[in-house]
């Protein structure tokens, strides 16, 4: 996958988990906002990067764009 536009399962499937695997995580590093690689939701996103910010106690995307030198970033601190 390159820089093409994701597929709307592709972003289903980028949005799901990141509601189930990494919103958790930002809840417990008390995050606002910020970027973060789609590897996450398996390795062919690693270049798709992930504009989040907090909604109250909940997270929304605001955007999912291709950066071709995105670099993957580990929440388990």
């Not at 949005?15 to 919103?23: A, H, I, L, N, S």
């Amino acid at each position: 996958m390159g820089a093409e536009e994701l597929t709307d399962d592709d972003l289903a499937l980028i949005r799901e988990t990141f509601y189930k695997k990494v919103v958790p995580k930002l809840q417990r590093l008390d995050a606002r906002l910020g970027n973060i690689d789609c590897s996450f939701a398996g390795e062919k996103y690693t270049n798709w990067v992930l504009t989040f910010r907090s909604v109250g106690s909940e997270f929304e995307i605001a955007e999912i764009e291709y950066d071709l030198e995105a670099d993957t970033f580990d929440l388990d601190l």
